[in-house]
């Protein structure tokens, strides 16, 4: 047992004098808090030179004297960054605080900061305790060679692989922010990865990495997925630029075939697309219609997109089960009068989403 203080009481013992009472509290209970001000202790802010978010600050973890890891044990259980392709050792490591990384590493630094960054969205933006709300880690795994020109989302793990024009990490906020939703919706409505619920899915993880990318850099004009990467996989704004739907009706590109990631990735942009109107507003026609949308602000079509998932969808559900959730949420957050409700439904009515 160890004493934790003593104090002077106002009670008085049987000689009338103040009694002197102390306190005793068990060793074993204070080591998990003695543990955790020693991990504080270790978790140390290092300002870095990373190659696209350019200079910034990431928590590390520093171990012994000199030797620091990417490795954030301030954000919930930790935000944890380590080789892809290593035998042994998988931490990065640095011997100084500013980590000076070669050129294919140092895309780790970037990794590390659009992941602790994707936290820090979902904390403020949604008061969310990490993927699971309850503060799990994340690992991430940078610079696998077996994927090319794409990150992934596995086993509940970023997978973050090669660019293979450059030779470079694969990694920006929007992309981060992308697979990590994967993991948010996996914890939440758990929506299947193949059909129209597929396509929900995706379409989710653009607007939540797009919004990401929005929030960190203050300012919302650049649509499509992936570009600070170098990489363009979706252009939300105008998805018939890169042969995407921009309608559920847009039987030119709406994908009908048997490969099922390919259909979920490119029908995706139908949702995808409605935020964007919601969010820019402006008028879209189709098939003899003209839709005007007005536009909501950034931070309100986000908390209608978050709760229309984690509080209405479902694993089967379809763009009109979709359109109904966002509805719900937007009448929950704003009521059934405001403008954010009108919005919404008409930005879905413009992309060939009515109601049941
Ligand atoms: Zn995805």
Redesign the pocket.
Same mark, same amino acid.
């Given at each position: 047992m160890t004493c934790l203080f003593s104090a002077r009481t106002r009670s008085l013992n049987r000689h009338d004098r103040p009694m002197k009472t102390k306190i005793w509290i068990s060793t074993f209970a204070l080591l998990p808090l003695l543990v955790a001000v020693k991990v504080a202790d270790n978790n140390k802010v290092c300002t870095v030179n990373t190659i696209i978010n350019g200079r910034v600050t990431i928590v590390c973890f520093r171990q012994g004297d000199s030797v620091y890891l990417l490795r954030d044990m301030s954000r919930g259980h930790g935000i944890i960054t380590l080789h892809a392709d290593q035998d042994g050792n998988e931490d990065f490591c640095s011997h100084t605080a500013d980590w000076k990384l070669d050129s294919i590493n140092r895309g780790a630094l970037d990794v590390h900061y659009c992941v602790s960054k994707t936290f820090d969205f979902y904390e403020e933006v949604f008061h969310r305790n990490s993927l699971d709300g309850f503060g799990c880690a994340i690992y991430s795994y940078v610079n696998d060679h077996a994927i090319k020109d794409n990150a992934?989302?596995a086993n509940r793990q970023l997978r973050v692989g090669i660019n293979s024009q450059t030779g470079r990490t694969v990694v920006s906020l929007d992309i981060v922010g992308? @697979?990590l939703?994967?993991g948010v919706i996996a914890t939440t409505c758990r929506l299947a990865a193949e059909g129209e619920p597929g396509a929900i899915? @995706?379409s989710i993880?653009?607007i939540m990495g797009k919004s990401l990318e929005f929030w960190v850099r203050g300012k919302s004009d650049e649509w499509v997925i992936g570009s600070e990467a170098g990489l363009h996989f979706r252009d939300m704004a105008d998805p018939r630029r890169f042969k995407h739907p921009v309608n559920y009706n847009d039987s030119t590109y709406w994908y009908n075939g048997i490969e099922t990631k390919v259909a979920?990735?490119v029908n995706s942009t139908v949702g995808s697309h409605m935020f964007y109107l919601l969010v820019h507003g402006g008028t879209s026609q189709w098939a003899g219609h003209i839709y005007d949308v007005k536009a909501i602000s950034l931070a309100e079509a986000d908390q209608i997109i978050y709760f229309s998932f984690v509080k209405y969808l479902f694993p089967r559900s379809t763009y009109k089960d979709w359109r109904a959730a966002c509805l719900a949420s937007a009448s929950d957050l704003f009521g059934k009068n405001s403008q954010q409700y009108r919005s919404t439904a008409v930005a879905w009515s413009a992309v060939g989403i009515e109601e049941k």
């Open positions: 992934i989302w992308h @697979e939703t994967h899915n @995706e993880c653009d979920a990735h």
